[in-house]
């Protein structure tokens, strides 16, 4: 096992009625900005639980936060920031503006020049952030409880993450009745989106951590277990309640505790979403299985556990191997009605594979957990999506 340091300070508030502690959560001297997206919490009631539980507080409001969100929409919200010295930031929705109110609280304290510098630079010049709290409605990025961010920026067609111990949320809310209203094809991405959080940090090689790689088990085979029927029942409170609680465990750091990670599927999928717009669970559910078909060798012993302990698959017998567990992962996105190839997408193999080769080349970056998914790896990867 590795070194680590594990310091995880968000105060999570959980459960039905949760929104309404705000009234003790939000502080009393500050000055409140709350941020939110496209309108899901004006028709699924969150944003009046929100007003309720502030009591009368004046809360000046940023909406509009788009799905993949912009910079340069959240250059927009830093502006009035400043402008009317806002000290306290809410988001209220998904991954997306809890990423967004993330690089804003932090682009609002930036002494730099240019606050893209963050993202270029993944964090590492951030010092300070102003303070924030969240109201999560969509179970899927974990970003309620972890200190990353992912922004896009709509001129240059990069999606770029950081990640600060400065943009830690204070405190976030999780009431699982907020995932009532989501579509399916949101309950879908974020299962998927789960799913390769956990494997970004397990499917490595055998660092000798077995309570962590059991830690990681446990969360995959209860994704499992819940995901055919979220959709059958979309107002069953366990349900959602243990599928909100599976997202934020999968990326809040634990089970990454001494382990090697990997991150290449979430770095080739950012370009694809980046050039091609793809959803970022549709661009993960592309990545993975090829991924794993192109890296076998170096997986072995990590798809072999899995095999195992996820599929019950007796790696023993003839003909029983590691590519039946690739094809059930496959099956299970399938399941979901996630597709998991580039044409599915009216997306070109090819021109996408020599896109992304070109950029990991021209940064000069390689990922993965040997750093060996060059410009070159990322083209075999996906020419193999076709
Ligand atoms: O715009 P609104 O009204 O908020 O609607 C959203 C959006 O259209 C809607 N939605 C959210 N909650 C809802 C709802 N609709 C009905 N009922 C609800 N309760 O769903 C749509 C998608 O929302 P979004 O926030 O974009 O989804 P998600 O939570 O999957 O976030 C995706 C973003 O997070 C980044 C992704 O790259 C992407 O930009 N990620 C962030 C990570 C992190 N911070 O750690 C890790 C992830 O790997 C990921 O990269
Ligand atoms: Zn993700």
Redesign the pocket.
């Known amino acids: 096992m590795n070194n680590f340091v594990y310091c995880n300070p968000v105060k999570i508030v959980f459960g039905k009625g949760s929104i309404a502690e705000l009234k003790e959560l939000l502080p009393a001297n500050k000055k409140i900005m709350m941020i ?9 009631g ?1 944003y009046d639980q929100v007003l309720d539980a502030a009591g009368g507080r004046k809360i000046t409001e940023f909406a ?6 912009l910079y340069e929409t959240c250059m927009k919200a830093v502006e009035i920031i400043k402008r009317e010295n806002i000290t306290f930031l809410l988001a ?8 967004a109110t ?1 690089f804003i609280a932090a682009a609002s304290l930036y002494a730099g020049s240019d606050p893209w510098d963050i993202l270029k630079t993944g964090g590492q010049c951030l010092k300070s952030a102003l303070p924030f709290g969240t109201v ?8 309620e409880m ?7 920026r709509a001129k240059t067609q990069e ?1 770029l ?1 950081f ?1 600060s111990p400065a943009v830690y949320p204070q405190f976030s809310i999780l009431d699982p009745e ?6 399916g ?2 309950i879908a ?2 299962i998927v ?1 789960t799913f ?2 956990v494997m ?1 940090q397990y499917m490595t090689y055998d660092n000798n951590a077995p309570l962590q790689d059991r830690q990681a088990e446990a969360v995959i085979s209860t994704l499992l277990e819940l995901s055919p029927h979220v959709f059958e029942e979309p107002e069953d409170y366990d349900l959602k309640a243990n599928l909100m609680w599976c997202s934020t465990q999968a ?1 809040n750091g634990l089970i990454a505790c001494g382990q090697p990670q990997d991150w290449s599927t ?1 770095m080739i ?2 370009e694809l ?1 980046a050039f091609y717009g793809l ?3 549709q661009s ?1 559910a592309v990545v993975l299985p090829s991924l794993w078909r192109c890296r076998k060798e170096f997986k072995k012993q990590k798809l072999l556990r899995y095999a195992k302990r996820i599929f019950n698959i007796d790696t023993g017998c003839p003909g029983r191997d590691v590519d039946e567990a690739i094809n059930k992962t496959e099956e299970f996105f399938h399941s979901v009605k996630v597709p998991t190839k580039l044409s599915d997408y009216g997306v070109d193999a090819k021109e996408a594979a020599e896109k992304v080769r070109d950029r990991f080349n021209a940064r000069k970056v390689a990922h993965g957990e040997r750093a060996e998914i060059t410009g070159d790896v990322a083209y075999e990867i996906l020419a193999g999506c076709k």
């Not at 999560?136 to 970003?143: C, F, N």
């Not at 907020?178 to 579509?183: A, G, I, Q, R, V």
């Open positions: 939110y997206g496209g309108g899901s919490i004006k028709a699924n969150v509009g936060i788009e799905a993949n969100p209220a929705g998904g991954g997306s503006v809890i990423d993330k999560l409605t969509l179970a899927a990025t974990g970003s972890n200190p990353n961010s992912v922004i896009s999606k993450a990640a907020t995932l009532y209203s989501l579509p094809r949101q991405n974020g989106d390769v959080h970004e990326l979430h999928g950012h979403t959803d970022h669970a993960l």
